[in-house]
């Protein structure tokens, strides 16, 4: 990757729907250009998805948690089945296995406490192979972004 794949790829982080000619003229190059540039970062695998950012509030889930996990045991398949159940489940927004005093962190969103408490009895208590969870809410979001620092 050169300097141009960079800037086009900090163009597509603020907007996804930034127009080929429009990268084109930011990078100072053709328009065939961009595009074949844009067809090997994606078949690459560096540009994994173009999505779009929704805003959470506006549509009913006023909870965000920030979960840690530890399992009972540390058997494989018992992990490999918590982190398929993350993996499936569409409340949980982003989910990683660490180092340090927990096994997995994990953010969720719900509509509200109700609907968290409800998750935690399906997600949490009904899994045998979760020693404890521990959950703090989110009082208000100061930053969340998906953009890296290129």
Known sequence: MDQSDHKLLNILQGNARTSIQDLADHIGASTASVQRRLKALRDGGVIKKEV??????????????????ELERDRLDQIDAFKRKAREDRQVMNFYCIAGDADFVMIVVAKDIRDYEAFTHRFFFADKNV?????????????ATLELPL
């Open 52 to 69: 779009a950012v929704l805003d959470q509030q506006k549509l009913g889930f006023g909870i965000t948690a920030v979960v840690s996990v």
């Open 131 to 143: 020693r404890k969870f521990r959950t703090s809410i989110v009082v208000s979001t100061e930053k």
